[in-house]
């Protein structure tokens, strides 16, 4: 409703006590997807209906698109995307309500189709590409799925350069890969500064930066503690 008035919100007030809506790293407020929807949808329902179904057709295109990069057999494409899009978990994140999974599904796959296209083409551009694909896991505030991604991107880089040292008995091959992985890694954060920013201020100035650790063991119960009060209210019912 407020991006609909042209109010750009910073601040929920209406939520956990009022928290950073722009900051709070699982905010999708710059997500393009997310954007479009909260402007066309009065009804939350209506939108995150329109955000799943937009996001299963790009999880078939996007998987096509690297898909292809390893066959043109129009059956197995669209064996492997139905499989995909039409299992039990993927069902299980959209009745759920899980949207930061469907988003790691949308645009891995187009993460991977850029990084193919540069492994095979040395083109920086599909290097700039996959780095732009990848911001998105960050405007939406998939944040594990951020992480998985990485570690994902990490092991691809890592076989491309044991590849080319396999191919060219050359060390300096591996050190140039890794200095593509910087590269790339670098480019993720300049698309993603608009996002990243607010988060690190919002880290900044975070109650937690204020309590210490010591504080919050001295107020947590002890495990026989928790144990015990378990039992108790079991016993009670």
């Known amino acids: 409703v407020n991006l609909q008035q042209g109010i750009f919100s910073l601040w929920d007030s209406f939520s956990m006590g009022g928290y950073s809506s722009i900051g709070h790293p699982q905010s999708q407020l ?8 909260a402007i066309l949808f009065n009804d939350q ?13 790009l999880i078939g295109l996007f998987t096509t698109l690297l898909l292809r990069q390893f066959t043109k057999n129009p059956l197995v494409i669209l064996t492997a995307v139905a499989l995909l899009l039409f299992n039990s978990s993927m069902s299980l994140f959209i009745s759920n309500g899980n949207p930061a999974e469907i988003f790691t599904f949308t ?63 050359s060390l300096l091959q591996v050190l140039l890969t890794g200095i593509f992985l910087t590269s790339f890694i670098a480019l993720i954060v300049s698309f993603s500064a608009p996002r990243l920013i607010p988060i690190m201020e919002y880290q900044n100035h975070s109650i937690r ?29």
């Open 107 to 169: 645009w891995l796959p187009l993460v991977f189709y850029f990084l193919l296209r540069w492994e095979k083409t040395n083109n920086f551009k599909f290097l700039a590409g996959g780095a732009l694909a990848f911001s998105m896991l960050v405007y939406s505030g998939a944040v594990f799925g951020v992480h998985l991604s990485l570690v994902a991107v990490g092991l691809f880089f890592l076989l491309v350069g044991i590849k080319q040292f396999i191919k060219t008995h």
């Open 45 to 57: 329902i209506l939108g995150m209906r329109f955000i799943f179904l937009l996001h299963l057709m």
């Open 209 to 237: 930066s204020v309590i210490p650790l010591e504080a919050a063991e001295k107020n947590s119960l002890n495990f026989s503690t928790l144990s015990q009060r378990i039992m108790d209210s079991v016993w009670l019912y």
């Open 30 to 37: 710059f997500y393009p997807p997310s954007l479009l929807s």
